[in-house]
């Protein structure tokens, strides 16, 4: 069974720390994405990782992938307000798209 | 470069009726993908379709159907519905490579509908 674990589910960070977030999955993966939503929005692509090892950063947002322990991190450098959302881990495992997603990663940020 | 479209932002049906939902992909896209995000229940992959046939289906009943007309765009229709399907509609694009294989993938803005 295809099985996507995102924890924490829901994560209060302070601002200006670093915290980082969970994305486990049970099988062979071609591609994982990390998304973020806003309330009644809709998903916002944040980062794709391929391969083993493939680290990617977008400002305060580092995200890594290890295909061999099946677990992929988000990292969150000196948290600000702006990044409260909802980041959600989709697994690819079939190259095609048919994506799998995790239950998200609710993120508050507090001043 | 336009995104992936969908139309309408909202719509409100009551139950037993049909709805209709419509996705236009990004030029150049050929794979058309249909994921529902429903209160308590995630986001599931509902349909898939390149080049006007339907590739692949998730686990949901007959009554979630649609197509891909010839310039790529697809609708997705929902006959019969019931409360439960009060969701965001999420349609998303790529390219399709071979083999089974697709590019990268680009969600719309969603279409949220309200079942009553």
């Known amino acids: 069974e295809l099985k996507v674990e995102q924890n924490p589910l829901f994560l209060s960070m302070q601002e200006g720390k670093n915290y980082t977030i969970y994305c486990n999955y049970s099988t062979t993966s071609d591609r994982l994405y990390w998304y973020r939503q806003d309330p009644g929005k809709s998903l916002e692509s944040l980062f794709v990782?391929?391969?083993?090892?493939a680290v990617k950063q977008e400002g305060r947002l580092m995200a890594s992938l290890d295909t061999k322990a099946r677990l992929s991190t988000l990292h969150i450098t000196a948290a600000v307000h702006d990044l409260s959302a909802t980041y959600f881990c989709a697994v690819d495992f079939g190259g095609n798209n048919r994506l799998a997603f995790g239950k998200g990663n609710q993120v508050v940020v507090i001043p | 470069e336009a995104g992936v479209t969908q139309s309408p932002t909202h719509l409100i049906k009551t139950r037993g009726q049909q709805a209709t939902l419509r996705c236009s992909p990004i030029s150049g896209h050929t794979s058309v993908y249909w994921y529902q995000q429903a209160l308590g229940l995630g986001l599931q992959f509902l349909l898939w379709?390149?080049?006007?046939?339907?590739?692949n289906r998730g686990n949901f009943p007959p009554r979630f159907s649609g197509r891909q007309f010839p310039n790529y765009s697809s609708e997705l229709n929902v006959n019969a519905l019931e409360l439960e399907d009060s969701a965001l509609y999420l349609c998303?694009?790529?390219?399709?490579?071979?083999?089974?294989?697709?590019?990268?993938?680009?969600f719309g803005e969603g279409s949220r509908l309200t079942v009553l």
């Open positions: 990782l391929l391969s083993n090892g």
């Open positions: 379709y390149d080049e006007g046939e339907e590739r």
């Open positions: 998303a694009s790529s390219f399709y490579l071979t083999g089974g294989l697709t590019g990268e993938l680009f």
